[in-house]
């Protein structure tokens, strides 16, 4: 058998619904040089013509069915180390069902990737890359040792541009296979008939080869001591001062006894937090908001930072003392 099954229960009361996820354990990590952006594409390519469905009979079955075919209940998304498609049935009906259960399998293996819909795709996928220049040349610089500053989620324009419909196949083939595919189903169902239909849909599943290498992800940057740099955004209302702190991550799979040992940092941040953005109440405060926060990015590396945003010049009042942020003369 393709897959594996696992049942939980829950003792929360379910609506007449199903929530389905695929997950793909494949992201822009995985993408070799000269790949950088594929696994975002693959990613818009389900949306497109499948084994099953055209492009053009796709969208009008899913309205057919009552389903949002972008947003509230189908969608997807490409992260460093994973893709995610969502379909959220507003029903339990036989047709609903094995229509959604179809798609699911048709994203596996089913997407045609038609050279003509990769081509119309390609300006779409350009398009998002309007808004991430600034992005990208912070990672590159607060993570220069790191492989997550080399890969980009929506990918270079340059690789982008230049992609065959090979490639899109070979990376395909490489990662949608079951050893790296998990689905997940929430919601009012018979586990036994549940079961039954996961095993009809992907049983005949097969992996194409061997699972892929462990990803290199590169090394915490050390020995540069305190850096300073400035990154220009003319989308951005006003500025930000950041100070942030990169190490090593710690690697330990997520658990509870993990979680309560960090429960007092989390707290620090919290007060911190809460602090700075009380500042922005105060109309004498050279601060309008601010926040303090740890972040663990998939094991690979933790990231800390305080941050404020200072008010817009001019904003504050003209008796403001610029040494303690209040009136002149007024008591600190």
Known sequence: MAFDTLRFKTTQPLSSSLELRLHVDVGSLHEA????????YLEHMAFQSLRSYSGDEL?????????????????????????????????????????????????????LLLESELEIEMGVVLSELQDTETVEDQFSWSFPDYLISKRWLIGLEESIQKFIRQQFLDFYQDYYIPRRTTLIVV???NATSMEDLI??????????????????????SSGKGLRTAVFEDEGLEGDELYLEVVKPGVGAPDSAAGRIERIQLHVCNRIASERLQSYGYDDYSAISWGGAYIDSW??????????????????LSSDCNPRTGGPTGAAV
């Open 33 to 40: 040089n000269g790949e950088e952006g594929i696994a975002h």
């Open 59 to 111: 969208f009008p079955l899913m309205q057919r069915l009552g389903i949002d075919a972008f947003g509230k209940h189908s969608n997807a998304y490409t992260d460093y180390t994973e893709t995610v498609y969502r379909l959220s049935l507003p029903d339990t009906d036989h047709e609903t069902i094995t229509a959604c259960f179809t798609l699911m399998r048709d994203y596996t293996d089913g997407m």
């Open 187 to 189: 919601g009012d169902m």
């Open 199 to 220: 095993t009809k849909f992907f049983d005949s599943m097969e992996d194409a080869g061997p699972l892929g290498k462990p990803v290199e992800v590169g090394n915490t």
């Open 298 to 315: 998939y094991n690979i590396f933790e990231l800390g930072a305080i941050w404020v945003a200072p008010q817009l010049v001019g904003s």
